[in-house]
């Protein structure tokens, strides 16, 4: 009996580690987490907190044989952690944000969150489909930011599947954005997985279907600092960005219409430069759309990131045309995140892989439009590795 009883125990975990671990239908009790110590992909769900009304919010943990370890919630689609070791193999949390749900529900600058309907600002809030003028939520002084007062990353995204095995693990969620949600409109279906390659790569790919024109723009808003989060500023981390060209903006920061080359100015990041090395010859530090070499459309390197005291390198690419990169500017102390670590000003830096800012408004820009029988469809790559 007792026998018996080993063999079923043995059976359960071996099954565990070949296959990894599916969600279990809603009303079953989640897996137990796993150990760090798995040496295939594993993917495993747990209770991260409660809304105010109730709803559960569920916590989704990635992990790959390396140990690289993400976690995903529902509320926000947000990746809420992502360990990475450094060059002596220490894994460490290299993204800013809160160790509970109560945190991620406080007014915060949308750390590791997924940013829509539409990434970034529209001026006035204001743009023209077909002759028909939409107004949406101002949330940034006169102009829409990311999404708007209550954007895609401050509602609770569905759990469509959770699986691991072979070469992955992924998660993927969904959001139904209604017709006139912030202004917006027709019904737009959306889906964003989160893949955790065995080769240290963490993909999202977005999807989304809409049944009356509209605009889409979408993005995960991740701050990194390389060296772990909240031990420090970025400044000396080394950027490069894959872009010849960028959008100059206005007090607003809402783009001028221009596109400029970088030659010969403190935007050029072309060659790695640490990014404090001229960021004091830039007003207000950056946070500025640039214009990818690729065009958009084709898988391409859009930055490179080396973190020089532990190894960490970032590695970003993207079927998008654009990608902000903003120095967190804003972060000003005010803030206290994962493990009680205060955020001051440029303790992380976001790679925002996007359409340019204002497309709905400038229609030199490539096009934002979605119509109905479009498939919206747009990955970014990210790929951890250490020199
Ligand atoms: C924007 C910044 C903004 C930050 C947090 C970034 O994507 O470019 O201007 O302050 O998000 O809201």
Redesign the pocket.
């Known amino acids: 009996m007792r026998r018996t009883k080993l063999v079923g125990c043995i059976l359960a975990v071996m099954a565990i580690f070949v296959f990894g671990c599916e969600k279990q239908p809603s009303g079953e009790p989640p897996a137990e987490p796993q150990s760090k110590e798995v040496n295939v992909m594993s993917a495993n769900t747990e209770i991260f907190g409660q809304m105010p009304d109730g709803t559960q919010i569920d916590l989704f943990t990635l992990t790959n044989p390396n140990g690289i370890r993400a976690r995903i919630m529902t509320y926000g689609a947000t990746l809420v952690s992502l360990e990475t070791p450094d060059r002596d193999g220490n894994l460490t949390d290299i993204m800013l944000g809160f160790d509970t749900l109560e945190g991620y529900l406080t007014d915060h ?2 750390f590791g969150v997924i940013v829509g309907r539409y990434a ?1 600002r529209i001026g006035k809030g204001k743009f023209t489909l077909d002759g028909v003028e939409y107004t949406l939520a101002t949330n940034n002084g006169e102009n829409h ?2 999404g708007g007062i209550k954007g895609f990353d401050k509602v609770v995204w569905k759990l469509e599947e959770i699986k691991a095995g072979g070469d992955e693990a992924f998660v993927a969620l969904s959001y139904v954005s209604k017709d006139g949600e912030e202004g917006y409109p027709g019904n737009l279906s959306c889906r964003v997985t989160y893949t955790l390659t065995k080769d240290d790569e963490l993909k999202i790919s977005y999807e989304a279907e809409t049944d009356k024109t509209t605009i889409i723009n979408l993005t995960n ?1 991740a701050y990194w600092n390389l060296a772990g989060q909240g031990t420090g500023d970025i400044l000396g981390h080394e950027l490069m960005l894959n872009a010849d060209k960028y959008t100059p903006v206005d007090e607003g ?1 809402i783009p001028t219409g221009e596109i400029k080359a970088v030659k010969d100015t403190p935007m050029d990041f072309t060659e790695p430069m640490t990014i404090g090395s001229r960021i004091d010859q830039v007003t207000g530090g950056y ?1 500025h759309n640039y214009v990818l070499n690729s065009g958009g459309g084709s898988m391409a390197l859009a930055a490179r990131v080396y973190e020089p005291t532990t190894g960490r390198v970032l590695e970003i690419q993207t079927l998008q045309p654009g990608i ?1 990169f ?1 120095s967190g500017n ?1 972060l000003d102390g005010s803030i206290t995140g994962k493990s009680a670590k205060v955020y001051n000003k440029h303790y992380g830096f ?1 790679l ?1 892989t996007q359409h340019y800012p204002d497309s709905p408004n400038k229609l030199d820009f490539p096009s934002v439009v979605l119509k109905p029988g479009q498939k919206y469809s747009t990955e970014t790559i990210h790929k951890f590795y250490t020199e």
Do not use: I
């Open positions: 600058p949308y970034n930011l990311h808003h920061l946070d902000q903003y804003f976001c925002e």
